[in-house]
């Protein structure tokens, strides 16, 4: 992992990790609870690639910023809201979504359960 939920000043995004043997090898994340929805800012919709692009430095330094933004000019960085869902109940699921460029969700897909 790049950085995570717990790391400070990270700029809004959430978590970004990375394995250089995944397809891709770059992951953004964005957490949500229950119906929260991505925010529209001053600078774009939260996890469009503009939003994401204008918070890089910030959430990982310039010099990994700089790899990730090569990256995306590859197709090669996956951005993603995790949702969490509401209750106490081990055997909620997990919701994670794709998001586009626009941060619109392109593809949806629930956790395994934990049970």
């Not at 910030?58 to 933004?69: L, M, P, Q, W």
């Not at 081990?90 to 460029?101: A, G, H």
Request: glycine residues 10%; proline residues 3%; contains cysteine.
């Amino acid at each position: 992992m790049v950085t995570g939920l717990d790391d400070k000043g990270h700029g809004g995004i959430d978590a970004v990790y990375y394995n250089p043997a995944g397809k891709p090898p770059y992951i953004i994340v964005d957490a949500k609870y229950n119906t929260a929805q991505l925010a529209e800012t001053k600078g774009g919709k939260q996890m469009s690639k503009d939003w994401i692009n204008a918070r890089l430095d910030s959430a990982v330094g310039k010099e990994r910023a700089d790899e990730i933004r090569e990256a995306m000019l590859d197709d090669n960085v996956g951005c993603y809201v995790v949702r969490v869902g509401v209750g106490d109940d081990v055997n909620t699921p997990v919701i994670f979504e794709k998001l586009d460029d626009n941060a619109n969700v392109v593809s949806k897909g629930e956790s395994f359960s934990a049970s």
